[in-house]
């Protein structure tokens, strides 16, 4: 039973199983650009707070929830930025919990472009509560201690081009590639992955008062096939956005948004599952409440 428990905890925390369970998944990834590459810090006039709930496949039993919690913004009168974000992933009877905080610094390429570089530092926990585990055998050694917890420093980096109409990013998560000793202090079960996040958008004026954003993310690591998001986004007076995403071989979203006063910011999205999962739940929700700042720097 013990190495079943093994076994079934290294398939659920591997992301050669489940992309998500190493690395959150966020839909609405153009509004919670900073938690995907911290070099975004800074890069805008203002300090901005953003919330996002993402509730993974609806009707599945344990399926994953996360919430993130992040704030960043720019130095009034230098070329740099600061931020911090905290994070849950929860499946099951596993979670994992960071809080981290970042710098970048920024400076001009050409007058119109400028390219930023971030680096974040931060603590994850990772937690295995065997109270949630129904067990054959109720006297398993493997549960002798019902929950297991691994804390470990952890790391990022990132780049971003970017100019009024279009934005470029690269960034990389889990460098510190630390082993997890849940249910095992001395070697641990697996070991964290380093993740790799390619972005780019562009923004296009097609009419008065509309404009169509198009961009991409491109997440992969070694060994494992990238997964890839397209979304375009149709937004009327900068105030009001409707958009269409697809997930290579998992989903199609609907996003839709509002902005209050230049202020205040409201999202959601609906993913419906288009791969053989289709069949085990109704889709997945995420909601994104935001707060924009004071302009403090031109």
């Known amino acids: 039973m013990k190495k079943r428990l ?4 290294f398939l659920i925390s591997f992301p050669t199983a489940i992309w998500a369970q190493q690395m959150p998944l966020f839909t609405q990834y153009m509004f919670n ?3 995907v590459n911290p070099a975004v810090a800074g890069t805008k006039d203002h300090y901005q707070a953003s919330a996002l709930s993402r509730f993974q496949w609806v009707g599945i039993i344990d399926a994953p929830q996360t919430i993130s919690l992040s704030f960043n ?6 070329p740099m930025g600061f931020g911090g974000y905290l994070i849950n992933d929860v499946t099951g009877p596993t979670s994992r919990t960071g809080i981290y905080g ?9 007058d119109d472009i400028r390219l930023s ?10 937690t295995i509560d065997g109270t949630k585990i129904n067990l054959h055998d109720l006297n398993d050694p493997a549960l002798k201690e019902a929950i297991s917890t691994s ?5 990022s980096v990132g780049a971003y081009v970017y100019h009024k109409k279009w934005f470029a990013g690269f960034s990389a998560f889990q460098l510190l590639s630390n082993n997890l000793k849940v249910y095992d202090e001395k070697n641990g079960l697996n070991k964290l992955k380093r993740h790799y996040y390619l972005v780019g958008g562009y923004r296009w004026d097609f009419a008065p008062d509309f404009t169509l954003e198009p961009s991409v993310v491109i997440k992969g690591m070694v060994d494992i096939p990238a997964q890839i998001d397209l979304t375009a986004l149709v937004k009327y007076k900068e105030t009001a956005w409707l958009g269409v995403s697809y997930r290579s071989q998992d989903a199609i979203a609907i996003l839709i948004g509002y902005i209050h006063k230049e202020r205040y910011y409201f999202g959601y999205s609906y993913d419906i599952t288009i791969s053989e999962f289709k069949a085990y739940n109704s889709g997945t929700h995420e909601i994104m409440i935001g707060l924009r700042f004071n302009k403090i720097k031109e």
């Open 6 to 9: 093994y076994i079934w905890i």
């Open 33 to 35: 650009d900073y938690v």
């Open 73 to 78: 913004g720019p130095h009034a009168k230098k």
């Open 102 to 110: 970042s710098y970048a610094y920024n400076f001009g390429l050409t």
């Open 117 to 126: 570089l971030g680096l974040s530092f931060g603590l994850l926990q990772n």
């Open 151 to 155: 804390l470990v420093p952890d790391a």
